[in-house]
């Protein structure tokens, strides 16, 4: 079968088969979180990074069916908000995850220990590096 080059053909829009209020525009949060992987607790932390005052409960509420009891409608403006402070979380952690991969590359090796001493469990073995860091 010959199947069209869809490169060639022209773009067109789809009907828009919804009426659009910027005010409720909680089913288009559902696809992008559900698209971007995003859940409630990564917004709430990035909001806060960017000093926005929100609970858990507000940050679901965007999320649930309109039917439901916990329903809050979410405007254009901060869905957009909402964006770019997750944006610029995942930003800063890749950041923060390349430093430390780059402090760890450029870590020294433990110090040699001087005159061949073997460490034995004897007074002053306390020196030397200290515990490995958690993160």
């Not at 919804?18 to 859940?39: A, F, T, Y």
């Not at 000093?51 to 679901?60: G, K, N, S, T």
Request: with cysteine.
């Amino acid at each position: 079968m010959n199947e069209p080059d869809l490169s060639r053909l022209p773009y067109r829009r789809p009907p828009m088969t919804r009426g659009i209020d910027p005010q409720r525009i909680n089913w288009l949060w559902r696809l992008i979180c559900e698209l971007g992987s995003v859940d409630s607790r990564e917004v709430m932390e990035a909001l806060h990074a960017a000093q926005v005052p929100v609970d858990l409960r507000r940050v679901d509420s965007w999320t649930v069916s309109d039917r439901e009891a916990s329903f809050f409608p979410i405007t254009l403006a901060e869905m957009e908000r909402n964006l770019r402070c997750v944006l610029a979380l995942r930003h800063a952690r890749a950041e923060a995850s390349k430093e430390l991969q780059r402090a760890g590359a450029e870590a020294p090796d433990a110090p040699a220990k001087e005159d061949g001493a073997e460490g034995d469990g004897a007074a002053g073995s306390d020196e030397g590096d200290p515990a490995p860091l958690e993160w």
